[in-house]
């Protein structure tokens, strides 16, 4: 088992910046890759970012790069998403994932998530 705790998220103006952090506990040697996701009100989940745990190699949204970076502690076992440029249609619940029995799982496939924290943007 690995539980997730999502914390940073609020409110912010257009063009500010968030950080967001996710720890990790429980059997977290078992971790093979975390990712983030965000789900807006009537909107679907989206996939925001993914980082290997071991190795660091990281991936992105089209329409985050160049503003959100993935990072990992794994001294901490946490993972952050350092958000710039934030855009109101930013505006989600924020998601970690851990993916524990596929390095090449997809979205649907990750194992656990955290209940989420709230990132808003104003305009």
């Known amino acids: 088992q690995v539980q997730l705790v999502e914390s940073g998220g609020g409110l912010v103006q257009a063009g500010g910046s968030l950080r967001l952090s996710c720890a990790a506990s429980?059997?977290?040697?078992?971790?093979?890759?975390m990712g983030w996701f965000r789900q807006a009100p009537g909107k679907e989940r989206e996939f925001v970012a993914v980082t290997a745990w071991t190795a660091g190699s990281t991936n992105y949204a089209d329409f985050v790069k160049g503003r959100f970076t993935i990072s990992r502690d794994n001294a901490k076992n946490t993972v952050y998403l350092q958000m710039n440029s934030l855009k109101p249609e930013d505006t989600a619940v924020y998601y970690c994932?851990?993916?524990?029995?596929?390095?090449?799982?997809?979205?649907?496939?990750?194992?656990?998530w955290g209940q989420g924290t709230q990132v808003t943007v104003s305009s």
């Open positions: 429980g059997r977290t040697f078992s971790t093979l890759k």
């Open positions: 994932a851990a993916a524990v029995r596929n390095m090449y799982a997809r979205d649907s496939e990750y194992d656990f």
